[in-house]
């Protein structure tokens, strides 16, 4: 067996691990909620695939991640408005998370190649990244395909139908700095990983 082969083993089997991470993971954070939404725990084994195995595995655990979204019932109030337009949404910003995460941690290394904890810091820029990109994505497709849902919701709030201010302030801030502070606290553990997995 090549190197290549056995590196390339080793990937899938720690793709597959991630996999099942992610739904576990996606499971229980559903009873971890902070607003209407719970806390992608899951961002955190999406980061470590980004940073492990690369831009393939990592848009595939951000896809896994989108179908344990659907699945878990996070998506049901969507699920009820268009069917299509949930899908895109979960999918995307799921796939695009992992995307984006794996490309910064390969241009962090690269950046910091020459500092002694450069690895360190790309995994602290993927780590940041993943969560901006999934929640990003997520408030355009909903100004996309449910606009009209988050200006009755922004009424509902009594906030005298700043849709904005609902969306970024209700909807997604305090779960997107949870995210992110979780990310960023446990990105020592995702270097630990590869320096594990490296050995």
């Known amino acids: 067996m090549t190197q290549t082969s056995k590196l390339s083993t080793r990937t899938l089997v720690l793709g597959a ?40 595995i990592a848009a595939w655990l951000g896809l896994v991640f989108g179908f344990a979204v659907l699945i878990s019932g996070d998506a049901a109030a969507f699920l009820a408005v268009t069917v299509p337009g949930t899908f895109v949404t979960v999918l995307s910003k799921g796939v695009l998370c992992g995307f984006f995460a794996a490309l910064t941690y390969k241009a962090g290394l690269k950046a910091f ?27 355009i497709c909903c100004s996309v395909f449910f606009m009209d849902t988050m200006i009755e919701w922004a009424a509902a709030a009594d ?26 606290i446990l990105s020592p553990i995702v270097s630990r990983l590869i320096d594990i997995r490296n050995k």
């Open 159 to 184: 906030l005298g139908g700043n849709v904005v201010h609902y969306m970024i302030f209700v909807l997604v801030g305090v779960n997107f700095i949870a995210e992110l502070v979780t990310n960023i």
């Open 17 to 56: 691990i991630l996999t099942a991470l992610v739904f576990l993971l996606q499971y229980m954070g559903s009873f971890i909620r902070l607003g209407p939404f719970s806390i992608s725990l899951v961002l955190i084994p999406i980061v470590i695939g980004a940073a492990t195995c690369g831009t393939g």
């Open 113 to 139: 190649a020459k500092l002694k904890n450069g690895r360190y810091l790309a995994v602290i820029l993927a780590a940041i990244v993943c969560p901006i990109v999934n929640t990003g994505v997520f408030l």
